[in-house]
């Protein structure tokens, strides 16, 4: 589950991987949404199909409709990574893939020490990369997975120990 606020609501949504792109699932709307081209995706909702593009920036995503430009803010909890970040999964000592997707660069080693907001590893899903930093500071105890790996939001790709 991801969460966005858009006009100051909080919207949720979920994502299903499927062979060329995704379903989205935003209230009671499903969406089926294909990769385009870099920032540009195709959308299809009750079978009419659009291009939209997507920049993201900090904690923001602008997203251009047909002309009107859409700014959803992505709320962030103290660690700088999105809230809801790997399904949910947020914990001091463990570091999970916002969505399913693949590991495109670690840029930790097992024993390496990390602070708090430190980049760890570059996710790639849905054509984005997405930057996961460190929930904490600590040590890096045990990395899970290598570059070129799928993962999943429900195993960590990086177990920390966290310093008390």
Known sequence: MNEFIYRDELIETSAEPKNDGV?????????????????????????????????????????????????????????????GAGGGNVEKDKVYAPMPGKVVKLLVNEGDEVTKKQPLVIVEAMKMENQVNSPSDGKVKKINFADGDQVDTDTPIIELEIEE
Request: aromatic share 4%.
């Open 23 to 83: 379903n989205v699932s935003i209230n009671a709307n499903r969406y089926s949404i294909i990769p385009a081209g870099t920032g540009r995706y195709s959308v299809e909702l009750n079978g009419i199909r659009k291009t939209i593009c997507c920049v993201i920036k900090d904690n923001k995503s602008y997203v251009d409709i047909d002309g009107v430009l859409v700014e959803l803010t992505i709320p962030s909890d103290d660690s700088g990574n999105a809230a």
